[in-house]
């Protein structure tokens, strides 16, 4: 049967060489960040007595989210036998574990006591979703880690076994996350049984979207062949999930409304005329959703790449929307004590909307997560095979639309165009 050949990057160039030295400049400021912050203490972050769960528990899920949709997006072709997607298979594999690491560096960088990182494992509560998410996230680094390694050595078998049991983790994984904020019934904001599938779709979508994004930019910095079509049928599927992901959301804001004691909170996030309206309007359900949307369905942009990208990034920061509305307005409304009365504020904020802006120094703590991920990633596609030296699309796909590479700089007659019949000469044998 037809086959991938994958092999590591060169490497050599002076820009590859910079990207390295600077990345590895973020990723110490990080280090020096998070020094800082753990003798000096949580107020130099922003945070306050109400705002506990800053930026970092909302790219603490974004990452959780974006790693357990790779690792769904990988596993595609070895459960179902889908040769067209195991171009993504290693490197969404990769990205899967790197992510999880930049979350779990996240979310234990912004603890009070990070020496305590132990204590979850010998201090189980099974009620607790926090308790047992030390077990769940730890094993799923250990699997995908073990997947990836099983690929490397070209194991059909042991890949198809661990792919099976990678997405079972990275289901419960999603859902678990979403789990610990949807039983918080004492903020109206977080009580909801819809948040751990609308974690999973999400992260489905977003993973997605960043997996077209992480291959096309590879393979062009890289100087690599990839055939367009790719990500013509990957668009497919992602709009397909943003359309999931899109009635999710809705559904879960709709029942919110109408429950009463939860309108107050709903009204707040929509029509106040806060930070979070905003995000909801236009970042979620502007950039994140119509954006792609259209762009996806109308026939002048569906087809070309240049579009399909656009709306991957579009889609992207629309989930990133999400995350903030999930994590940052429930602690900024406070909780209604009585139902239906004003109460008195006091020097904790209780009675009064609390604001809260990240500093100095969780920003760099933020930029230096992503630069480890980068990092990371620039490093392992070096020293280990897994990039295709070329991608041609090797199973057909039933007359697709042509697709245009665009960014050249000529007008859209002169663009190059990638029909069925060139793609599939000279496929890989």
């Not at 999973?200 to 910095?221: C, D, E, P, Q, R």
């Not at 041609?392 to 002169?414: M, Q, S, T, V």
């Amino acid at each position: 049967m037809a086959k991938y050949y994958f092999e590591s990057i060169k490497g050599k160039s002076p820009w590859y060489n910079f990207a390295v030295a600077v990345l590895a400049l973020l990723v110490f400021g990080w280090l020096i960040a998070t020094i800082i912050r753990f003798y000096a203490g949580f107020w130099i972050t922003g945070l306050n007595h109400s705002i506990t769960w800053g930026g970092s528990e909302v790219l603490f899920v974004l990452f959780v989210g974006l790693s357990a949709g790779s690792l769904l997006i990988s596993a595609l072709g070895a459960i179902f036998g889908q040769t067209e997607y195991k171009i993504l298979s290693r490197v969404a594999a990769l990205n899967s574990v790197l992510f999880m690491a930049a979350a779990l560096m996240m979310l234990i960088s912004s603890w009070g006591r990070p020496d305590r990182i132990f204590l979850p494992f010998y201090n189980i509560n099974p009620r607790s979703m926090l308790s047992l998410n030390a077990f769940v996230y730890s094993s799923y680094i250990t699997v995908g880690i073990i997947y990836l390694w099983a690929q490397l050595k070209n194991s059909e078998k042991w890949s198809r076994i661990l792919a099976i049991t990678a997405v079972c983790t990275a289901i419960f994984v999603h859902s678990g996350t979403g789990f610990i904020f949807g039983v918080i019934n004492g903020r109206e904001l977080y009580f909801s049984s819809l948040t751990p599938l609308a974690f999973v779709i999400a992260a489905l979508s977003s993973g997605t979207a960043l997996a077209m994004l992480i291959l096309h930019y590879s393979f062009k910095a890289t100087k690599r062949k990839i055939d367009p079509r790719f990500f013509l049928q990957l668009s497919k599927v992602m709009l397909g999930l943003i359309f999931f992901v899109f009635f999710i959301v809705t559904i879960e804001h709709l029942i919110h409304m109408y429950v009463p004691e939860h309108y107050a909170g709903e009204e707040y996030v929509m029509f106040s005329g806060s930070f979070f309206t905003y995000v909801f309007w236009i970042q979620l359900y502007g950039i994140g959703f119509i954006l792609p949307i259209i762009i996806l369905l109308y026939p002048k942009t569906r087809s070309k790449l240049g579009w399909i990208l656009t709306a991957s990034v579009l889609h992207v920061v629309g989930i990133l929307g999400e995350r903030i509305l999930f994590i940052l307005p429930g602690q900024f409304r406070y909780i209604p004590i009585l139902p239906g009365y004003e109460f008195f504020s006091n020097a904790y904020g209780d009675g009064e909307t609390i604001t809260y802006f990240p500093m100095v120094t969780a920003w760099i703590q933020y930029i230096g997560v992503i630069a480890f991920v980068a990092l990371a990633y620039l490093l392992l596609i070096k020293w280990l095979p897994l990039l295709p030296q070329e991608a041609k699309l090797i199973k057909p796909a039933p007359a697709p639309d042509l697709l245009i590479e665009e960014g050249n700089g000529e007008e859209e007659g002169g663009e190059e165009e990638t029909d069925a019949g060139a793609a599939e000469a000279g496929a890989p044998a």
